[in-house]
């Protein structure tokens, strides 16, 4: 006997529809599986033989074909187990055909016939919406991350056993509902507040400005001056996720098998890799692809503490990324692409001993130490940065000070307004919504300026021997500035603002 069941096979952070077919006969004994199966697909037979044992169901004593269509897409993860089983089970009779027809099924088999939860289930749910299929039957764990998907059933089983009475009519099975996605939710889970920063007032006002527009950051200190702090409460001025960034942003996650089981996230991400990472781990494939770091970050921000220890040949790879907004893995079995529309935060010392400029202690470095320390980060990755910020020590009277500084929630309003101001200027554009993303096009057109302005601009690139990019940048982030204050027209005080957060290119490192 013939029969077809339904399930999902991922592909980047997406998933394809395929066909289980199974056809039982005679000639032969055992499960023959076929249609580009990798190892853990492969070794189904033995969890779901003993999953039938436990279930109070026997195996078919005849050949078992299982053809996973379309044969040439290959097939990875044990998410096969669940529609295989079915599909054997029809096919032996002991399984009603006619819902099979409309459903999708994904889960994992443990041994003793439970149903455990799989990775990438919400591209699973939307692939099954996507085909015209009208229920999804999964792992209960998975089931507030695929209740997401409308028009879709979602039907959460805990084994084998209540997955076959569900599907002959024994049992019924509700529905999840899901949870309507709450704004409040989305900036109200950060244990970190910009209120626990003494000082620093230059810096928080920069990092204001890099939310409100989405611009990258390099902040250049030396120890202890409260980089890393500063950088780790930038989230919680962000706005939160709109419906479609948490739909996507989800989806990266649970495809690399980082999500938590429980709906959509709700919190921008904040990813911060070791300084040892490696290029693959930073931009993602791998034997069985998955998303990067950056791929991670994506709708949040990427840190990278220490940036000069960050081997060169991972640095350069952000290159192509942070003007894209896209990363395409391409391999000789594969190629995929993975969204990375993230941005970026980083930190680093001055020099090797990390007190160059320090208004009190003495560094130690010479100047060529300082000059290579320098030169480990290149002049066109660099040239990517919007604002390289000096964050120096606090002064200890500030340190000691009862004073609370601006909470988070304060800042996070104004750069709420600012985001809606450009939301509104960019309507209609696709994949842009921050001024960081204007091309030279959207530029000329939304960053005029008056004659002082564009003097003092001028002089700027003369003095510092800006490059095209960093010309840009720095109006990208004059408008933004200019959108804070509320401001239609970019004021000369807005490019001067815009100027000072260009540290690096005024040229006062190792001189």
């Known amino acids: 006997m013939f029969v077809r069941t339904h399930a999902g096979a991922l592909v980047g952070i997406d998933a394809v529809p395929v066909s289980v077919e199974v056809n039982i006969a005679g000639g032969g004994l055992g499960l023959y599986l076929v249609g580009l199966p990798d190892n853990a697909v492969k070794e189904s037979e033995e969890r779901i033989r003993a999953a039938f044992e436990n279930s109070e169901e026997r195996f078919s004593g005849r050949k078992v074909v299982v053809n996973l269509a379309p044969a040439d897409l290959k097939k990875e993860g044990a998410a096969f187990d669940l529609p295989i089983a079915i599909g054997i089970l029809?096919?032996?009779?002991?399984?009603?055909?006619?819902?099979?027809?409309?459903?999708?099924?994904?889960?994992?088999?443990?041994?003793?016939?439970?149903?455990?939860?799989?990775?990438?289930?919400?591209?699973?749910?939307?692939?099954?919406?996507?085909?015209?299929?009208?229920r999804m039957i999964l792992a209960e764990e998975n089931v507030a991350e695929a209740s997401v998907v409308g028009e879709l059933e979602i039907l959460g089983v805990k084994?084998?056993?209540?997955?076959?009475?569900?599907?002959?009519?024994?049992?019924?099975?509700?529905?999840?509902?899901?949870?309507?996605?709450?704004?409040e939710e989305g900036v109200g889970r950060y244990a970190e507040d910009f209120a626990d920063v003494k000082g620093q007032v230059h810096v928080k006002r920069a990092l204001e400005i890099a939310a409100a527009g989405g611009h990258n950051?390099?902040?250049?200190?030396?120890?202890?001056?409260?980089?890393?702090?500063?950088?780790?409460?930038?989230?919680?001025?962000?706005?939160?996720?709109?419906s479609e960034e948490a739909l996507e942003t989800t989806k990266i996650h649970s495809v690399a098998g980082l999500q938590?089981?429980?709906?959509?996230?709700?919190?921008?991400?904040?990813?911060?890799?070791?300084?040892t990472a490696s290029p693959v781990s930073l931009i993602g494939g791998g034997q069985s692809p998955r998303p990067g770091e950056v791929s991670l970050a994506h709708n949040g921000i990427l840190f990278l503490d220490e940036l000069p220890e960050f081997g060169r040949s991972v640095l350069e790879v952000l290159r192509q990324p942070l003007e894209d907004?896209?990363?395409?893995?391409?391999?000789?079995?594969?190629?995929?692409?993975y969204p990375a529309n993230f941005t970026l935060v980083a930190a680093m010392n001055p020099c090797p001993c990390g007190y160059y400029n320090h208004p009190t202690k003495e560094c130690v470095c010479s100047q060529t130490s300082v000059l290579r320390y320098m030169g480990r980060i290149s002049g066109p990755l660099m040239d990517r940065i919007d604002m390289h910020i000096e964050v120096t020590p606090v002064d200890p009277t500030e340190l000691q000070s009862a004073a609370e500084g601006e909470r988070s929630a304060v800042i996070r309003e104004r750069v709420m307004r600012a985001r809606e101001?450009?939301?509104?200027?960019?309507?209609?554009?696709?994949?842009?919504?921050?001024?960081?993303?204007?091309?030279?096009?959207?530029?000329?057109?939304?960053?005029v300026l008056d004659a002082p302005s564009e003097q003092l601009l001028k002089r700027a690139m003369e003095r510092l021997s800006l490059s095209a990019r960093a010309y840009d940048r720095i109006l990208k982030v004059a408008r933004t500035i200019a959108d804070l204050a509320g401001r239609d027209a970019i004021a000369q005080s807005d490019i001067a603002e815009a100027i000072g957060y260009r540290s690096l290119d005024r040229g006062n490192w190792g001189v």
């Open 159 to 183: 084994s084998l056993r209540q997955t076959i009475d569900f599907l002959n009519g024994e049992i019924n099975l509700q529905p999840a509902v899901a949870e309507e996605p709450s704004v």
């Open 421 to 447: 101001v450009q939301r509104r200027r960019f309507e209609g554009i696709e994949g842009v919504h921050t001024n960081a993303r204007m091309n030279a096009a959207m530029v000329r057109e939304y960053c």
């Open 90 to 134: 029809a096919a032996m009779g002991r399984v009603e055909v006619p819902m099979l027809e409309e459903t999708m099924l994904a889960g994992e088999l443990s041994l003793d016939g439970s149903v455990k939860p799989v990775r990438g289930v919400l591209s699973l749910a939307l692939a099954a919406r996507k085909a015209g299929l009208k």
């Open 217 to 242: 950051v390099l902040m250049i200190g030396s120890p202890g001056s409260g980089k890393t702090m500063l950088a780790r409460r930038l989230p919680t001025i962000l706005p939160p996720l709109q």
């Open 260 to 275: 938590r089981f429980d709906g959509l996230m709700r919190c921008r991400p904040f990813r911060a890799p070791h300084h």
């Open 325 to 337: 907004r896209e990363i395409v893995v391409s391999r000789a079995r594969y190629s995929v692409a």
